[in-house]
């Protein structure tokens, strides 16, 4: 059985970090591209951050700069480092495994961890 656990979200205030832990069993996430989305209340999904099977990543502009997706596949872990946090990121953030195989998409998705920013 295939899980993706995220885990590190909690309140923080303006300006501060959190690093948000993405961990897989069932797969390796050496093979997939990893991908953060998140949801802000009463907002639609919104992609975050990717990093894809070779390293090479890509972030939305309003958090470039300011995270830093990377993974260690010898924990089978991808690592979300979110720095100079503002009011605006907050949301649910979301873990998402990505594989083409043979020709039919993989998709696996977290629970979801919640990320506060407010003083």
């Known amino acids: 059985q295939v899980q993706l656990v995220e885990s590190g979200g909690g309140l923080v205030q303006p300006g501060g970090s959190l690093r948000l832990s993405c961990a897989a069993s069932?797969?390796?996430?050496?093979?997939?591209?990893i991908r953060w989305y998140r949801q802000a209340l009463g907002k639609q999904r919104e992609l975050v951050a990717t990093?894809?099977?070779?390293?090479?990543?890509n972030y939305a502009e309003s958090v470039k700069g300011r995270f830093t997706l990377s993974r260690d596949n010898a924990k089978n872990t991808a690592l979300l480092q979110m720095n100079s946090l503002k009011p605006e990121d907050t949301a649910v953030y979301f873990c998402?495994?990505?594989?083409?195989?043979?020709?039919?998409?993989?998709?696996?998705w977290g629970q979801g961890t919640q990320v506060t920013v407010s003083s």
């Open positions: 990093i894809t099977d070779g390293g090479i990543t």
């Open positions: 069932g797969i390796s996430i050496r093979v997939y591209t």
């Open positions: 998402n495994a990505h594989l083409m195989s043979w020709g039919s998409p993989r998709d696996y």
